[in-house]
């Protein structure tokens, strides 16, 4: 038998003489649990709206996107997109022009990022999946329409209701700029909204959606695009979107940039991983402090317990196996608090992951707050919360052995 896990766990529910002891330690008990269950929940409302944001801007955001490593054009041409074209975990791919231009719209102006798009996109895309008012629809017959984010077109009064036209300007490539008369040197097309797309904040705020063509005319293109997007098959792993990467950047070569989701984001998705480690490092820390309960009730413990410590070691018992008896008892009050914790966290999150029983406020994209249950989180928490416990228990234990040897 383990003889100090067995006097440990004999003073853990033992009366002790001083019954506040009994109730700092049922506190700290408590708290440990609380403070368990929060990390647990919390982390998984954030990987709920972590998982949403991500799944929006995948909507957007092409799986793999090639530039220009110099310059902002090029033509998309040649065997490698044949290759690509012709790989299985390819669905679809299309060009893209995107460029900075000036806007005015029923006598509003405004700089916007427009995005000009082929057939395929208009078809294929996810945005649709998106819009808010009329329709994603850049054609009607010979007429050019565009769709706008929600909260540009909420500053600039665009409908798609209203026969206003939206009119696109950009400096002229092809002429020298007039100081008697600057507009000749300007180049402007005409589209028509026709719908009104909301998927994040930043995109809503900046981005247009046009017809390729549009584009091409209002930067005098020919068949340069900016931008070639890959969107790929259902069940893709991200080891398979790696190789597909760096398959096509070997291929193509260094004038080119070949991006997956990450590369494209990267600030933002870092940006996700610190907050979510800032949470992390902000709850354990409200749990350390809770531990320090254990601190009060252990060293109290020992003050209690110093005529059985000293006939333990007059037995023959060495001071290293008495330590561990009274850390074991510390350790045993945050396990006890974990358990609760880990139980009831994870309990409310899979009620929120099945139910929704909390519900959002205001007119949200989701009804209820999303929550994912990590088994990560879950295990990276259990170890913290244990490890704190640990550290927690080992300190009075020394200070109190220190100043009785002192």
């Known amino acids: 038998?383990?003889?100090?896990?067995?006097?440990?766990?004999?003073?853990?529910?033992?009366?002790?003489?001083?019954?506040?002891?009994?109730?700092?330690?049922?506190?700290?008990?408590?708290?440990?649990?609380?403070?368990?269950?929060?990390?647990?929940?919390?982390?998984?409302?954030?990987?709920?709206?972590?998982?949403?944001?991500?799944?929006?801007?995948?909507?957007?955001?092409?799986?793999?996107?090639?530039?220009?490593?110099?310059?902002?054009?090029?033509?998309?041409?040649?065997?490698?997109?044949?290759?690509?074209?012709?790989?299985?975990?390819?669905?679809?791919?299309?060009?893209?022009?995107?460029?900075?231009?000036?806007?005015?719209?029923?006598?509003?102006?405004?700089?916007?990022?427009?995005?000009g798009v082929d057939w395929v996109y208009e078809e294929e895309s996810p945005v649709r999946?998106?819009?808010?008012?009329?329709?994603?629809?850049?054609?009607?017959?010979?007429?050019?329409?565009?769709?706008a984010g929600g909260t540009l077109a909420y500053r600039m009064g665009i409908n798609p209701r209203f026969l206003s036209p939206i009119e696109l300007y950009f400096p002229s490539r092809g002429r020298n700029l007039s100081l008697t008369n600057p507009l000749a040197s300007i180049e402007s097309v005409n589209v028509w909204p026709s719908g009104i797309f909301s998927i994040s904040s930043e995109i809503d705020d900046r981005y247009i959606i046009v017809p390729i063509d549009v584009m091409k005319e209002?930067?005098?293109?020919?068949?340069?695009?900016?931008?070639?997007?890959?969107?790929?098959?259902?069940g893709h792993s991200q080891k398979d979107v790696k190789t597909l990467v760096k398959e096509i950047s070997e291929r193509l070569g260094p004038e080119y940039v070949v991006s997956d989701r990450f590369a494209q984001n990267k600030a933002l998705y870092k940006m996700m991983k610190y907050e979510k480690l800032s949470i992390f490092s902000i709850l354990i820390f409200m749990v350390i402090i809770i531990a320090f309960n254990i601190f009060g009730s252990l060293t109290m413990l020992?003050?209690?317990?110093?005529?059985?410590?000293?006939?333990?070691?007059?037995?023959?018992?060495?001071?290293?196996?008495?330590?561990?008896?009274?850390?074991?008892?510390?350790?045993?009050?945050s396990l006890l608090g974990l358990a609760a914790g880990l139980a009831l966290g994870i309990a409310i999150s899979l009620l929120q992951m099945h139910f929704g029983f909390v519900k959002m406020p205001g007119n949200f994209v989701v009804q209820a707050y999303p929550v994912i249950l990590s088994a990560s989180d879950v295990i990276i928490t259990a170890a913290s919360v244990a490890a704190v416990g640990w550290i927690i228990a080992k300190l009075p234990v020394e200070i109190m052995a220190k100043k009785n040897r002192c």
């Not at 994603?136 to 565009?146: E, K, M, N, T």
């Not at 020919?222 to 098959?233: D, I, S, Y």
């Not at 020992?302 to 074991?328: A, H, P």
């Open 1 to 115: 038998m383990n003889l100090p896990f067995f006097f440990a766990w004999r003073y853990l529910f033992a009366k002790k003489s001083h019954n506040v002891i009994n109730i700092i330690s049922a506190i700290s008990a408590v708290g440990m649990a609380i403070g368990t269950a929060a990390l647990v929940i919390i982390l998984s409302i954030y990987n709920g709206f972590d998982s949403l944001v991500k799944s929006m801007l995948n909507d957007f955001d092409p799986d793999i996107l090639i530039t220009p490593a110099e310059g902002k054009a090029f033509v998309p041409e040649g065997p490698v997109y044949d290759w690509i074209y012709e790989q299985d975990i390819v669905k679809n791919m299309c060009c893209v022009i995107t460029e900075n231009v000036f806007i005015n719209y029923d006598g509003r102006q405004g700089m916007v990022t427009a995005k």
């Open 129 to 147: 999946d998106h819009i808010r008012a009329g329709e994603f629809s850049l054609h009607r017959g010979d007429v050019p329409l565009a769709v």
């Open 218 to 234: 209002l930067l005098e293109y020919e068949n340069e695009v900016t931008g070639v997007e890959l969107r790929l098959a259902d």
């Open 302 to 333: 020992i003050i209690e317990k110093s005529d059985d410590i000293g006939t333990l070691m007059s037995m023959g018992m060495r001071e290293s196996m008495v330590k561990r008896i009274f850390v074991l008892e510390g350790w045993m009050i």
